[in-house]
């Protein structure tokens, strides 16, 4: 029995109080929609109706079950008009800003697949480190790092502040894996030089804060340099863990010391959405759920060598 057609049929014949009526309006057979209502008073184990051969009149039980049921089948309707139209609404352009690696690593690779869901939507994606006016630059989404001060921007958590300390296998098969932060003095470490960035890495285990000034071969201030040279093999790095999700799971990246919490920074540094209205469009809502959705997605994945293990 479909007991969501069922009951359907019920609520037409409540307010209907006839069988043949509901009959001729859904081009049905008497006998059929009074089978849908016998079926549906066994599965519920009460009758529903009293029949006479003049009346249809609800039983007690009916009367409750009517009063319920006509409830629950209008709050369904409405979130299927609603459903209908966030689908029709979802079109036209949208404007993303986002953080370079965070848009090159986890977004952009699935994109095609949201804009197969809305054929209608078209989206202008700009990759950047740098925040600038969403209102001014007409920007409906942006993904940025880092905690919004003072402002009328609505700002949404994507993924922590988390941070791991990772090289590549081939760097660790020539140099060995560090057991304990105060190794570090004997690794080429790669250097992050933005303003704010500490020229040493601090380890917190329990109570007890190490700081260890790191020095190496490379410094920059973009981290995607930081990054492609971790790959490479040519030291160690400190990234956030979203951004080398991938990368560990591929092989490419693996983590070190992760029994210890490290930053080489004290500000906030989590990445959030960012938009300039408390309530959206639809097609920015939809964007906004996407996005929220991959970054959950991705802090519930496991996989073999993602952060958090530990080189052979």
Known sequence: MDELSAIRMFAKVAQAASFSKVARMNAASISSVSRQISNLETELGVRLFNRTTRQLVLTEAGEQYFHEVSTILRELDEAKRNAAAFQEGVRGRLHLHASNLAGAEIIVPALPGFLANYPELEIEVTLTGERV????????????????VDSSLVARQLSPSRWVLCGSPQYFALHGVPTSPHDLVQHNCLVFTRSHYLQEWTFRRGAKTIGIPVSGNLRTNTTSVLMTSAKNGLGLAVLQEWMVRQACSQGL???????????PT???????????HRHPPPKTRALIEFIASLFAQEDARTAPGRPGGTPA
């Open 133 to 148: 006016d969403l209102v001014a630059h007409r920007i409906d989404l942006a993904v940025w790092v880092g905690r919004l």
């Open 266 to 276: 004290a500000d906030d540094t989590a990445l959030y959405l960012v938009y300039p």
């Open 253 to 263: 990246l693996q983590t070190v010391l992760t029994d210890y919490e490290v930053s």
